[in-house]
């Protein structure tokens, strides 16, 4: 069980925080990830569905958790029992037992009697709340389960029975809750972004022309498991040239040629807590001066959206302060025409910058949580974790972008907690001065 920052006391007080506001005769029924095949008889490496190991810890897959407010045994999980048969082949199991002894059920049930063990727990329930759609053959047995459940309490409310009045999806009261991290789930954070830090270290260390991108994704990934974190928080993007203007550029394929940008966009996880941070370097460790152009203003952008992350402003404030610099940049650059005002309107932007400029960070990397609240941009409280990532892309074929821009793709990202007085940097000790990534690529 992971534990060593977030531990079993912290995930009994989120059950506690999401039943108060669920309320007296509700219930919510949350279902954990399922293994899926990667091909022939391998699965992929199975990771916790977020929501679920949110609330429970529990990181096997097959599970179902049960959260009825103000019963005699609030929280129940349905597992997979032990089998020491299954555990000579890959491990054992918590089973019912260690799924009250190690994570806190009130009670536990084998999985196996999930369809008579639900209604008897929904029993006198007006308030369900689940959420409908899941694909997983887990999710959809749940699912009709559950529509059956409710049919049958449609049909005895002749016969006096408690008739369910609402069905809700949770997760936008579970979201609520991740959204303002815990200092628990800050130091797991930074566990995740410092590990990011020393592969991004050893991977501009070791990049040299001639490598393959994929050799430079293994420093980084060597370098987080030597480093503890067992997974990393997302597939890393590694573009070098032109790949760089590809966003979620994966296939990480490609030779790196004297001259490239290297664009490293890449994070670890720590306890499903995961890093991202973007850095780009020249492979050969010299910026030309268009390079280095495009990369000051990309620099300076995400400067001005990180001074503009503070209590009380507004999500979309600090993306709305970067794209002021950068199209100011495209400007200077000789690309756009015109007054900032005017080309915000049109989007002139758009060919060279497509994407925001933050996104939630936590136990995803895109991580749960609203952008708009009541219509309106949600306003930063001490506690959430975003990133500020601004970028400038001029892929090759893109027109009107003078000749000795094309194929510079620049992201610079960084993790950013919202405190008290304002905010903190919490990947700041990664590199990003041009002066000193010259001075350490290749070193």
């Not at 199975?46 to 529990?58: E, N």
């Not at 009709?144 to 009261?173: K, M, S």
């Not at 009541?374 to 090759?396: D, N, Q, W």
Request: aromatic share 6%.
């Amino acid at each position: 069980m992971a534990g060593t920052f977030v531990g079993p006391r912290e995930f009994a007080a989120r059950r506690r925080r999401l039943m108060q506001a669920l309320g007296p005769g509700s219930a919510a029924v949350f279902v954990a990830g399922s293994d899926s095949r990667r091909n022939g008889d391998v699965d992929h490496p199975f990771r916790q569905d977020s929501t679920f190991f949110y609330l429970t810890g529990f990181e096997e897959p097959e599970a179902v958790a049960v959260l009825r407010p103000g019963a005699k045994q609030p929280f129940t999980l349905l597992v997979r029992p032990h089998d020491p048969v299954q555990a000579v082949w890959v491990g054992p199991r918590a089973g019912v037992e260690g799924a009250c002894a190690t994570y806190g059920a009130d009670q536990a049930f084998p999985i196996e009697e999930l369809d008579e063990r639900l209604p008897e727990m929904l029993r006198g329930v007006k308030e369900l709340h689940y959420s409908m759609g899941q694909t997983a053959p887990l999710a959809q047995r749940v699912e009709r389960r559950l529509i059956e459940h409710v049919a049958a309490r449609r049909e005895g409310a002749q016969r006096g029975a408690t008739p369910l009045e609402t069905w809700r999806d949770p997760e936008p009261l579970v979201d609520g809750l991740r959204l303002l991290k815990s200092p628990a789930e800050v130091k797991a954070l930074r566990k995740a972004i410092d590990v990011t830090g020393a592969g991004i270290l050893a991977a501009m260390c070791g990049v040299r022309p001639g490598m393959h991108e994929y050799e430079v994704q293994a420093i980084l990934e060597a370098t987080y498991r030597s480093e503890g974190a067992v997974r990393d928080g997302f597939p890393a993007i590694v573009a070098t040239g032109a790949n760089s203007c590809t966003l979620h550029y994966t296939a990480n394929r490609a030779r790196i040629a004297d001259g490239d940008l290297l664009l490293m966009d890449t994070g670890a996880e720590w306890e499903l807590y995961s890093a991202d941070v973007t850095r780009t370097v020249p492979a050969n460790g010299r910026f030309t001066s268009a390079q280095r152009a495009v990369y000051d203003v990309v620099l300076a952008a995400q400067a001005a959206g990180i001074a503009k992350t503070r209590p009380g402003a507004g999500f979309h404030d600090v993306h709305n302060a970067a794209l002021r610099v950068l199209i100011q940049g495209l400007v200077d650059l000789k690309v756009l025409r015109g007054d900032i005002d005017g080309l915000i309107e049109k989007e002139a932007y758009r060919p060279f910058f497509v994407h925001g400029t933050s996104h939630w960070l936590g136990l995803d990397v895109h991580d749960a949580g609203p952008y708009r609240t009541g219509g309106k941009s949600t306003r930063l409280e001490p506690g959430m974790v975003l990133t500020v990532e601004p970028g400038l892309y001029f892929a090759p074929e893109t027109k009107g972008v003078p000749a000795r821009l094309k194929g510079i793709g620049i992201r610079i990202e960084d993790d950013v907690l919202v405190t008290e007085r304002g905010r903190e940097n919490l990947s700041e000790g990664i590199p990003s001065d041009p002066d000193a990534i010259e001075a350490i690529i290749g070193g």
